[in-house]
């Protein structure tokens, strides 16, 4: 089993649209969760952190925790074309590193 | 504030060179780590670096290899380069400690391609 599994993509949304993404993890020991978005070419970068249950809001970004159902999600609201990357669901393991999902493509269309 | 910074950004060696990547990690900031990246496997965690010191290590081949400095700045070493080696590199940073709230950011990478 893997660590961190996300929902295979890719997604396409229309501008304006919501995108949901999904990821669940196996460790239930783990305590800390973030959401890094990747464009083609470049370097992951944070966009979100969650380590409680319940949601979190960050501008148009909501990130979402459930512990008991070991499962994290990030809605990104008004989609935009910049919103177009892949998104890389990690999960902090033993304090030392991030288990990383495959990634999810999300394509918006204007 | 700087962020994580990684040198060289890109490089090109020859099957059965080695190679040194070198990274210094964001101001105030103890731990480091490495990470691959490639299409077929994605992000896979290399090593982790606190105070020079190795606390834990990824599922790779003993031909990658690693440091940390008194300074903080870390380097990680390929030896034996095969062309399976070839990926982006990323170094992250964090301020390490058992709270949840320690966040690892990335730099921006180095892009090893081997011929």
């Known amino acids: 089993q893997k660590e961190v599994e996300q929902n295979s993509g890719p997604l396409s949304v229309p501008e304006g649209a919501i995108a949901s993404l999904n990821c669940t993890y196996s460790?239930?020991?783990?305590?800390?969760f973030f959401w890094y978005r990747q464009y083609s070419g470049k370097s992951p970068e944070l966009i979100m952190s969650i380590y409680s249950n319940g949601d979190k809001e960050d501008g148009r970004f909501t990130a979402q925790l459930n512990k008991a159902s070991q499962y994290v999600s990030l809605l990104i609201r008004d989609s935009q074309p910049s919103d177009s990357a892949t998104y890389l669901c990690?999960?902090?393991?033993?304090?030392?590193?991030?288990?990383f999902g495959a990634g999810t493509t999300v394509t918006v269309r204007a | 504030k700087a962020g994580v910074t990684q040198t060289p950004r890109y490089l090109i060696k020859t099957r059965g060179q080695q190679v040194t990547l070198s990274c210094s990690p964001i101001?105030?900031?103890?731990?480091v780590s490495w990470y691959q990246q490639t299409p077929g496997q994605g992000l896979q965690f290399l090593f982790e670096?606190?105070?020079?010191?190795?606390?834990n290590k990824g599922n790779f081949p003993g031909r990658f290899s690693g440091r940390q400095f008194s300074n903080s700045r870390s380097e990680m070493n390929v030896s034996t380069l095969e062309l399976g080696d070839s990926a982006l590199y990323l170094c992250?940073?964090?301020?390490?400690?058992?709270?949840?709230?320690?966040?690892?950011?990335f730099g921006e990478g180095s892009w090893l391609t081997v011929v």
């Open positions: 992250a940073s964090s301020s390490s400690g058992p709270t949840p709230g320690n966040t690892i950011y």
């Open positions: 990690a999960v902090k393991i033993n304090d030392y590193k991030l288990s």
């Open positions: 101001s105030g900031h103890r731990s």
């Open positions: 670096y606190f105070s020079e010191t190795q606390r």
């Open positions: 460790d239930r020991g783990s305590q800390s």
